[in-house]
């Protein structure tokens, strides 16, 4: 059995639901991405704005911003959404979450998506329920 964390798992069981059920719980997914980044945006430093303006939701099989953190320009999976900050001018989100030796840490990604995971998790939980029991 491989140790993924219970990934494999979820992943069998995600392809046992059918698509229609699947694409149901998209526009779920994608408000709780929205209301976890607007989290973000309000812990984040606004000196000129431009970190504010980097953090981006990406939805399904769209790709995230070159030099996005965190992993820079990927793809986004099925059923999954992403959120990601920086882009080609600010690459610098990294050195706000986590600080400098001359500069304090200013956390702002891992917290606001803390305040929002449960809230997201539940809507998302609300709206698989829904679809499975309008598909049967």
Do not use: C
């Not at 059920?21 to 607007?38: T, W």
């Not at 303006?53 to 965190?70: K, R």
């Amino acid at each position: 059995m491989a140790d993924d964390g219970g990934l494999s798992s979820f992943q069998k069981r995600m392809n046992a639901i059918p698509r229609e059920v699947r694409k149901a719980v998209e526009p779920a997914l994608m408000k709780s991405a929205y209301e976890i980044q607007d989290r973000m945006e309000q812990l984040a430093p606004e000196d000129t704005g431009d970190l504010v303006g980097s953090i981006a939701v990406t939805g399904p099989g769209q790709a995230t911003p070159p030099y996005s953190q965190p992993g820079g320009s990927t793809v986004v999976p099925e059923n999954a959404a992403m959120i990601t900050v920086g882009n080609t001018d600010v690459r610098y989100a990294h050195l706000v979450e986590y600080g400098t030796i001359k500069s304090a840490a200013v956390p702002f990604f891992w917290p606001g998506f803390r305040l929002g995971r449960k809230r997201a998790t539940n809507l998302i939980k609300r709206a698989i329920g829904k679809a499975i029991k309008e598909a049967r």
